[in-house]
C-alpha cells in the first residue's frame, strides 16, 4: 500500500507556473504507474497527465505542451511542472498511484488517490 501526498497548488495569475509535487510512502515507488487528475467546481474529474514505470509519458490534449510530468524515483515523488496557465487550469489536482506496468488515463484503472492540492489561476 502507498499514501500520497500532494503539495505545490496555490493562487497565480495567467500565464504564470506551478511546480505540484507528490510524495509517495513505501520502498517500492519505482514499481507504481503514476497519473495527475484535475476536477473543477462543478465538472467531472479528468486526466491530465500519466508516467509509466520506465518513464513514458501521456498528456491530456488540453494540457499538452504546457504541463510535464515527472518521476524521481530516489525521492519517491512525482511532479507535474504546469507553463502557461489559464483560468481553465483552475481545480484540485490529484496524483493516483497504481502497483503496474503501461499507464493510463482512466481514473479507475488507479487504486491509491492523495488528499488533492488545489491551483486557482486568475485572469
Known amino acids: 500500500q502507498v499514501q500520497l501526498v500532494e503539495s505545490g497548488g496555490g493562487l497565480v495569475q495567467a500565464g504564470d507556473s506551478l511546480r505540484l509535487s507528490c510524495a509517495a510512502s513505501?520502498?517500492?515507488?519505482?514499481?507504481?504507474?503514476m497519473g495527475w487528475f484535475r476536477q473543477a467546481l462543478g465538472k467531472d474529474r479528468e486526466f491530465v497527465a500519466a508516467?509509466?514505470?520506465?518513464?513514458?509519458?501521456r498528456y491530456a490534449d488540453s494540457v499538452k505542451g504546457r504541463f510535464t510530468i515527472s518521476r524521481d524515483n530516489a525521492k519517491n515523488t512525482v511532479y507535474l511542472q504546469m507553463d502557461s496557465l489559464s483560468p481553465e487550469d483552475t481545480a484540485v489536482y490529484s496524483c493516483?498511484?497504481?502497483?503496474?506496468?503501461?499507464?493510463?488515463?482512466?481514473?479507475?484503472?488507479?487504486?491509491?488517490w492523495g488528499q488533492g492540492t488545489e491551483v486557482t489561476v486568475s485572469s
Open positions: 508516467i509509466t514505470r520506465s518513464g513514458i509519458r
Open positions: 493516483a498511484a497504481k502497483r503496474d506496468y503501461g499507464l493510463s488515463m482512466r481514473a479507475i484503472d488507479y487504486d491509491y
Open positions: 513505501g520502498r517500492t515507488f519505482g514499481d507504481y504507474r
